[in-house]
């Protein structure tokens, strides 16, 4: 089993950055792709960022290229998401997941992720 942990999130105004975190513990997840996801109420868990097990390849989904950052420090079993300029559309409880296969690939769906996290809100106000 592995465990993700999250952290990072808050509340803050249009414009500011924020830097989430995901701590992985439980198995070596060095060889993993990992992602993070949002989800808003009502609405599916959306796609934001993926990362490759040595961050040779990273993926984004449109509303947050250029703006958004995902790294991971495989000797801390660490995974970041850098938020710049953010935008009240970006409101939503952020998930980190971790793909339990050594395919390497950055999918897109949700199904795809073997572990999750427990989400960290983040709130952008305007």
């Known amino acids: 089993q592995v465990q993700l942990v999250e952290s990072g999130g808050g509340l803050v105004q249009a414009g500011d950055s924020l830097r989430l975190s995901c701590a992985a513990s439980?198995?070596?997840?060095?060889?993993?792709?990992m992602g993070w996801f949002r989800q808003t109420p009502g609405k599916e868990r959306e796609f934001v960022a993926g990362i490759t097990w040595n961050g040779g390849r990273t993926n984004y989904t449109d509303a947050v290229k250029g703006r958004f950052t995902i790294s991971r420090d495989n000797a801390k079993s660490m995974v970041y998401l850098q938020m710049n300029l953010l935008k009240p559309e970006d409101t939503a409880v952020y998930y980190c997941?971790?793909?339990?296969?050594?395919?390497?690939?950055?999918?897109?769906?949700?199904?795809?992720?073997?572990?999750w996290g427990q989400g960290t809100q983040v709130t952008v106000s305007s």
């Open positions: 997941a971790l793909r339990w296969e050594l395919e390497v690939t950055i999918p897109i769906l949700s199904t795809e992720y073997t572990y």
């Open positions: 439980g198995r070596p997840v060095n060889t993993f792709t």
